[in-house]
């Protein structure tokens, strides 16, 4: 036993240790924490919300009642480019094909569902899905007949199960005089069909056994028309051989893998031209279907999907920057020769616009519209507001805003002198995008208002241009330096030599929207500037501005070469720290737009005397 300071110190012992003060202080502590993640679990499951019921809770409070939402998935591959380089149309039927088809806009943006929705290609089968082997003269009659063993097969599980649930594949079976019955493993159908064209009704016994495979088939009641059409049915149709053994999948490619054809393309196609319309539209869906593979390295090949009407050895792609653009050539079909059309497909919708970002997007199923959740940039100190946008929808077409209703925000500490309805509802009804927000609100937090903005103009820029009817509908495609300039307000006219424009800019925080009247001359020198509009938040700003700014001295007689140099003499991705030093003057955002608006302008002269049939 030690000594210490002439006190005996006594061992340590695991006794002593757990009658110690430490020992208590740490018991207390492992309780502490054992309750503590008991009570969190329990709040966790009390106070979880889940996407689900967070999504129903903004539907509630945006619609005020039950909706059916379907979320619009913003990373699918999609169509961003197609053109027909080469038009296969023999005769006259090149001018018969769809307009939509011929100028691309019906692929732009659609992605593989939508594509084979177009092909019907979802399970509404035809007589021209079937394989070519089963084209024996009485098609009808076979149709009806695999059709039957299909509905079998699909059903196989309900019909077991006893449950009486939803019956599939039943587009050409008459439901009231179908029937089934069970045993053990075994489903047995007593199947009536329905009449198709030429083809009668067909009575047909169909068993079913374990795994959905069918066990027996026989025809009770031969609905061929005339009866001479049933000695043209191919034997093992007749006889059943074709189907037994078959499962649900089995059966689908009785219907042919690939087999799509003319017959099943969706009635906006049939033109007159339907299999130049087809192959077109075939070769959008090889496009979009081999995306990935083709992003991997994969090679065209025959192991590439929907191959039937493609000419690999004449079909390239390259791949890079997460697109792939085809040059895709055809094969020939039937009086349609071939086509080459070139088409590049991206990995996703395009979320990012000046004013902001799209976080999500759900179609409304109840009345057509889009609800739309984006983040608007350019509020208080940098900061942001994510708002919930109603994008209304009248015949494809955007037709103005539904309600706004701010979702969360990045310190903004005045967002509650913008977050009433009666600022929100400012934006329903035909707001466009570049509107003044400030000028009908008077709220005083300007900043913030500048978010919002940027996030309702943000949801209608997304669905104008990306969801929209005819794909991009964007009124400046192929004009250069856009990027703050509001395409769907400015207007663009031209008169001898001149084009006068009426430039709508976006907003470029904490700057809002400026409207600027332009009129550019020979050469693409600005002859006149005028700004209507002043988008400055405050008259201090207003004051700020270089009076050479405001009068529009500044830019008369420049041609854009002179501009650029205003903004540091790069060809683009300008921002307002490029602008000269001289034009800094405590109201940068607003001397940007100007000076913006001057470019965009005098740039695009030749290109907007052209389109608006102008004379040099």
């Known amino acids: 036993m030690s000594t210490e300071n002439g006190k005996e110190k006594k061992p340590f012992t695991v006794k002593g240790f757990f009658k110690s003060t430490s020992f208590k202080c740490i018991a207390v502590l492992l309780a502490i924490v054992l309750i503590s993640g008991i009570l969190l679990t329990i709040c966790n499951s009390l106070f979880y919300v889940s996407e689900a019921e967070r999504l129903q809770r903004v539907l509630s409070s945006v619609y005020g009642r039950e909706v059916t939402a379907t979320a619009v998935a913003l990373d699918r591959p999609n169509i961003s480019e197609y053109e027909i380089e080469v038009n296969g149309s023999t005769g006259n039927y090149g001018d018969s094909m769809a307009e939509e088809i011929k100028d691309g806009s019906l692929f732009v943006h659609k992605t593989e569902s939508d594509v084979l929705a177009l092909l019907n290609a979802d399970g509404d089968f035809t007589t021209g899905n079937l394989d070519g082997e089963l084209a024996t003269g009485a098609t009808y009659s076979t149709f009806l007949c695999s059709y039957a063993a299909l509905f079998a097969a699909a059903n196989y599980e309900n019909a077991l199960s006893g449950t009486g649930g939803q019956l599939v594949r039943t587009k050409y079976i008459d439901t009231d005089n179908t029937s089934y019955t069970t045993s053990g493993d075994s489903v047995t159908f007593n199947i009536v069909t329905t009449e198709y064209s030429r083809a009668g009704a067909f009575t047909i016994n169909v068993t079913v056994g374990e795994g959905g495979v069918i066990i027996a088939y026989e025809i009770v009641e031969n609905g061929s028309t005339p009866p001479s059409f049933a000695d043209r049915m191919p034997e093992n149709v007749k006889d059943g051989s074709l189907f037994k053994g078959k499962d649900e999948s089995g059966m689908l490619e009785v219907f042919s893998e690939n087999g799509m054809t003319p017959d099943g393309v969706d009635d906006t196609l049939s033109t007159g031209a339907t299999q130049s319309n087809f ?163 008077g709220t005083g937090a300007t900043m913030s208002l500048t978010a919002i903005t940027g996030s309702v103009n943000t949801a209608l820029s997304f669905v104008r241009s990306e969801l929209a009817s005819g794909g991009a509908s964007n009124p400046l495609a192929g004009y250069s330096y856009t990027d703050y300039i509001n395409a769907y307000s400015t207007t663009i006219s031209a008169e001898g030599s001149n084009v006068n424009y009426t430039v709508v800019t976006t907003a470029a925080a904490p700057a809002q929207s400026f409207t600027i009247d332009i009129t550019v001359g020979a050469g693409g020198v600005i002859t006149a500037y005028n700004i209507t509009t002043n988008g400055s938040t405050s008259d201090k700003y207003i004051n700020n501005m270089p009076a050479n700014v405001k009068d529009g001295t500044l830019y008369v007689g420049k041609n854009s070469e002179a501009i650029r140099a205003l903004l540091g003499g790069a060809e683009g991705d300008f921002g307002p720290d490029d602008l000269d030093d001289t034009l800094q003057t405590n109201a940068t955002y607003s001397t940007f737009l100007c000076t913006y608006a001057a470019l965009f302008a005098s740039a695009n002269y030749e290109m907007a005397l052209t389109a608006e049939g102008g004379a040099n």
Request: aromatic share 12%; charged share 15%.
């Open 279 to 441: 192959l077109c539209t075939y070769g959008a869906l090889f496009a979009l279907s081999n995306y990935e593979a083709i992003l991997g390295g994969a090679a065209i090949d025959e192991t590439l999907e929907y191959t039937q009407y493609i000419d690999l050895e004449n079909t390239k792609a390259t791949a890079g920057d997460g697109e792939v653009t085809y040059t895709i050539v055809t094969t020939d079909y039937s009086r349609a020769g071939a086509f080459t059309i070139n088409v590049t497909v991206r990995g996703g919708f395009t979320t990012s616009y000046t004013g902001g970002t799209v976080n999500s997007v759900y179609y409304i199923e109840d009345d057509g519209n889009y609800l739309v959740n984006a983040t608007g940039t350019g509020g208080f100190s940098g900061g942001t507001v994510t708002c919930w946008v109603v994008v209304n929808m009248t015949d494809g077409a955007v037709s103005g805003v539904g309600r706004v209703v701010i979702d969360s925000n990045s310190g903004q500490s005045y967002i509650n002198k913008v977050n009433r309805d009666d600022v929100l509802s400012e934006f329903e009804g035909e707001y466009s995008e570049g509107e003044d927000a400030s000028a009908w609100t």
